[in-house]
Structure formats: C-alpha cells, structure tokens
C-alpha cells in the first residue's frame, strides 16, 4: 500500500485519496457526500461511497502507471491476484512502463479499479471486510 498512498498524493487531493482508499462499503450511485456509519461494537467508523465517485479516482492513478489492457476487467475470487503473480510478471519483461515499475502499486491501483468498475456494471454494493 506504501506505494498506492504515494501514487494518491502525487495525482489526488487529500480528500480524494481518503475517497478511494477509505471506503467499506461502495454502492453503485452517486452519493453527494460520501456517508459515515458508526459501528455499535467499536469506536470504529465505516465509510460508504458512491462507485461513480471513486471510478474517476481510480481511473486517473491506473492512467498515471499506464495499468496494462491485460489487466483482468472481470475477476472471481483471487483471479486479480494470480494474474499479478503470474502473467503481470512475464509482460512486465516485455511491456515495460511505469506500472511494471513496481508491481505491487499496480496490484493496489486494479484492486481498487475493479470493484468500482463492477458496482457500476452490475449495479450491486460491495463491501470490504
């Protein structure tokens, strides 16, 4: 994550990368705000966020590291990651960019990519846990 929260200050404002990396639960619309949800058993807050605000985030560090076509666009369960064990590795060594510069911050720019990309298409909630 070291390099994700690099990325973020680098091309988001504070607000925004809080936006993007902060959500727990992300809903398919537009929120005007993002919304905050105490949770009874801790001091805990959980943010919900609206997918068409945070695609636009995510887009813009996943254009800023050049995140390669190949990236899967549709994942089950740990697809994302076995591509970035396996298949990011071998065209890292033939498509170099600024994504193949470090895999791991690339990694982190799809995993927050896709499920924006995927409350939108599907028009269903995801929530982190």
Known sequence: MTGLLALCQTHLSREESEILC????????????EIWL??????????????PQVLPLAEKLAAAID??????????????SMWFRHQAKELAT???GPWSKDLDTAFYVALFLR?????????CPIVCT
């Open 94 to 96: 033939t498509r170099t």
């Open 115 to 123: 499920p924006a990309q995927h409350s939108i298409r599907r028009g």
């Open 38 to 51: 105490s949770i009874d058993s801790s001091d805990y807050e959980s943010m919900v966020a609206g997918a």
């Open 22 to 33: 902060g959500w727990t639960v992300l809903v398919p619309f537009s929120l005007d705000e």
């Open 67 to 80: 995140l390669p076509a190949e990236t899967p666009a549709t994942c089950d369960n740990l697809d994302l």
